[in-house]
């Protein structure tokens, strides 16, 4: 039987970043996927000359580790930066208004009434919270103030991340603002001294794509030589062999098994709980208590002349207490000009996510119903759109809730005796593209430290020089 240094099951973005990370390490890698294409949640296609993202649209980086990445996978030709003008707004008294991006504008914004703004002052003086658990409304309250809550966190919350600010757990979900309190004691001062430490190595914050939208940095990665690329491979059992691991999976009735070494679940955390099944029910009950929340993507196209607003910015995001369905809006015409045909616009909408998740199981004229009120009210659109489309995720994104670092910590205690096996997906590390190539990064040098122990052959030190983001990352 063949045996395989690392195999990577589950060929999205987090087991693909991970595999190109394994293979410049020069260990032999091989990423099964079950679907008969990669990416996972991540496509691309087109529609009437429209250019839709069914998942992830767009990267958002502050790291410089990302750079490295960037060019180690070829993609700095194809990354294509958002246009400047990339302010967000949310929606306040039936307005939308621009959300504040610095702590100066937090005291001129009229999302926040005056006691508000005042009460910001106090904020340096309020001691360091203990709870690890402790909600993102429970940091916010205590650190800002409850109107921050519901006017500014909730709406980024149940938007981008799908998820209840009332359960989000704070440590796991905020991970760089709750650090600036454990470390500095305050939000405010912590992020002033942080910048002045940073200042002139900081990485520059950007926003980016690339040519032909998010699918060209899951077939960049896919094409690469340095790792093979099975699709249409079902992992449905592991076994514990001498030297590793035995993985079988199933391709239209036939089985095709495989020993390795080190074998990365990059699945979600529901089918990593039934593989591990038999070899740990503890770990396999651990992670099926992690949720995930539905949520539909409502692309629409229009003639630009039939949209009032000027769509001077990235889209808006919307308080539970709006008066709409959606979650929010992105004017991604607006921030990548390839992406709608000439005099036209691409407004795409969210459904769904944890705060009302029966509204992503509509159909798709159901969709539309949802999404239009809020279009010709807020936009001014008038009539259809010329274009509609509907991506449905039953269960798009984990939901880091109650206490979630408990729940990964056990697990992480438990798999020390399944020796070579790891975990990659998006329910750790944090689920955006920015945070998924971070993660992998760091776990190949967890999962290189691993194989040196295995098998005596791999050098730590040989390694990470010849994986150049992570060499400069230490
Ligand atoms: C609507 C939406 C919008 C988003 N927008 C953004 C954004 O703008 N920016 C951003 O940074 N992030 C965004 N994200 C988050 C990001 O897209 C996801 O976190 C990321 O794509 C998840 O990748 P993954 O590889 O962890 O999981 P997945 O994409 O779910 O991949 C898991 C893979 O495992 C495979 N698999 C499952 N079972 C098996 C098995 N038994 N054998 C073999 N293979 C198996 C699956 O087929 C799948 O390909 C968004 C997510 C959603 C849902």
């Known amino acids: 039987m063949s045996e395989l240094d690392a195999l990577v099951v589950g060929g999205g973005v987090s087991g693909l970043v991970l595999a190109h990370y394994l293979a410049e390490t020069g260990l032999a890698v091989e990423v099964w996927e079950r679907d008969g294409r990669v990416g996972g949640k991540i496509k691309t296609i087109s529609k009437q000359g429209y250019r839709l993202d069914n998942a992830a649209s767009m990267v958002m980086n502050f790291q410089r580790e990302l750079d490295g990445f960037i060019d180690s996978a070829s993609l700095t030709a194809s990354k294509r930066g958002r246009s400047s003008n990339n302010q967000r707004y949310i929606l306040h008294a039936g307005r939308l208004q621009p959300a504040p991006a610095s702590i100066g504008s937090l005291f001129n914004t009229p999302l926040l009434s005056t006691r508000a703004k005042l009460r910001l002052l106090a904020e340096p003086l309020i001691i360091r919270g203990t709870d690890p658990h402790e909600s993102v409304a429970d940091f ?17 919350l149940s938007g981008p991340l799908a998820s209840d600010v009332e359960r989000a757990e704070a440590w796991s979900t905020m991970p760089r603002l709750t650090a600036l309190e454990q470390r500095y004691g305050s939000l405010a001062l912590g992020a002033l001294l942080r910048r002045l430490k940073r200042r002139g190595t900081a990485a520059r914050p950007e926003v980016f794509s690339f040519a032909g939208g998010m699918q060209t940095l899951i077939e960049s990665l896919a094409e690469r030589r340095g790792f093979a690329v099975r699709t249409g491979m079902a992992v449905v059992e592991l076994r ?19 020993n390795c070494r080190q074998l990365v679940l990059c699945t979600p955390a529901y089918t990593a709980a039934s593989l591990l099944q038999i070899l740990d029910p503890e770990i396999s009950r651990l992670l099926k208590t992690i949720d995930y929340a539905p949520v539909s993507v409502v692309h629409t196209g229009f003639e630009r002349a039939r949209i009032n607003h000027p769509l001077d910015g990235s889209g808006f995001l919307l308080p539970a207490n709006g008066g709409y369905l959606p979650n929010g809006c992105l004017w991604i015409s607006s921030q990548f000009s390839d992406r709608a045909p000439t005099d036209r616009v691409l407004l795409t909408s969210y459904l769904g996510g944890a705060r009302n998740p029966t509204a992503a199981n509509c159909c798709e004229n159901r969709c539309l119903h949802a999404v239009m009120p809020m279009l010709r009210e807020l936009l001014g659109a ?7 489309h509907v991506a449905r995720h039953r269960r798009a994104l984990p939901l880091y809730h109650d206490d979630y670092s408990r729940r990964l910590a056990a697990i992480g205690e438990r798999l020390e005796f399944l020796p070579g096996v790891h975990l990659g997906a998006n329910y750790i590390g944090g689920v955006s593209i920015r945070d998924r190539i971070l993660y992998a990064n760091r776990l190949t040098a967890r999962i290189l430290h691993r194989h040196k122990q295995m098998s005596g052959t791999a050098d730590l030190e040989t390694a990470f020089e010849l994986v150049p983001a992570m060499a400069a990352a230490r």
């Open 382 to 388: 008038r009539g259809d759109p010329e274009m509609l």
């Open 140 to 156: 916010v309250t205590r650190r800002l103030g409850q109107e921050f809550v519901s006017k500014v966190f909730e709406p980024y």
């Open 240 to 258: 514990r062999v001498k030297k590793g691991w035995n993985v079988r999976a199933e391709n239209d009735g036939v089985t095709t098994s495989l």
